[in-house]
């Protein structure tokens, strides 16, 4: 699956910068964008990186071009929602609740599932990695460094699968997922609390207990759901104070 598409290409920043307005809702649906000239000066591009922009917009299902009308901003229907720049951007303007609970059922579907075929399958390398994950957790020393650890971990668990299709996924949400374990994680006061949970999860693999690892995936993701469901709920009682 393809990485998100560097700023540093020649037509990166313009596309980031449209990308991002349009997925903020800065430029609303239906919204026809300034003719070429202009949008190339606003953004300080060449017409020519503007052009290439627009083409990897309208791939992304965010514009339409219309020869005499211009390009004109897509409903968030036809937005190819697992396109990891279209995530990226989700995440970057903050996500929606709604977007939050669509991830925690995203990974409700696919997760257990993975955490069960890892028991099944996985090979002393693949269980060796994600050791290695758990450990770096156990000893991470601020919020990002936990959420590296914790990405790393869910990969390692998806790779030891042996399914391409499965550990595929990764690369695809990987944004979204990190995105949600800092949120997460920032919900208590000490952001390892979910490491009893990860433990869980490795020992049932390392034991090849499959229905175990399910049980123990889903509990993990039913606790960090309702840590947001309550921080969600103080949030909203302080908003009204």
């Known amino acids: 699956m393809r990485k998100p598409i560097a700023v540093r290409n020649p037509y990166g920043h313009v596309m980031h910068e449209l990308g991002q307005r349009i997925i903020s809702g800065k430029l609303r649906p239906g919204e026809v964008l300034p003719r070429e000239e202009a949008l190339a000066e ?5 017409r020519a ?16 071009s219309r020869a005499g009308v211009g390009a004109r901003v897509l409903e968030e229907r036809f937005w190819n929602q ?3 720049d279209v995530l990226g951007w989700r995440c970057a303007s903050m996500p929606t609740d709604d977007f939050i609970d669509k991830l925690v059922e995203m990974r409700e579907i696919i997760e257990p599932a993975a955490a069960a075929s890892a028991a099944r399958r996985r090979t002393a390398d693949q269980m060796a990695e ?17 959420a590296e650890a914790d990405l790393q971990f869910h990969d390692a668990v998806l790779q030891a699968t042996d399914n391409e299709l499965l550990s595929s996924l990764f690369s695809v949400v990987e944004s979204a997922l990190g995105t949600f374990f800092v949120l997460s994680a920032r919900t208590v006061s000490n952001f390892k609390y979910s490491l009893p949970h ?3 999860v490795l020992e049932a693999i390392r034991r090849k207990q499959p229905e175990v690892a399910r049980e ?12 947001l469901l309550h921080h969600r709920g103080r949030s909203r009682k302080k908003a009204g104070a």
């Not at 606003?42 to 060449?46: E, G, I, P, T, V």
């Not at 994600?130 to 936990?146: F, G, P, S």
């Open 42 to 46: 606003n953004l300080l591009a060449s």
């Open 49 to 64: 990186a503007l052009r290439e922009a627009l083409k990897v917009l309208s791939a992304k299902g965010l514009i339409e």
């Open 82 to 84: 697992l396109d990891a």
């Open 130 to 146: 994600i050791e290695a994950a758990y450990r770096a957790m156990d000893a991470a020393q601020t919020l990002d460094a936990w």
């Open 198 to 200: 990860h433990q869980n």
């Open 216 to 227: 123990a995936m889903l509990a993990m993701i039913a606790d960090s759901q309702t840590n």
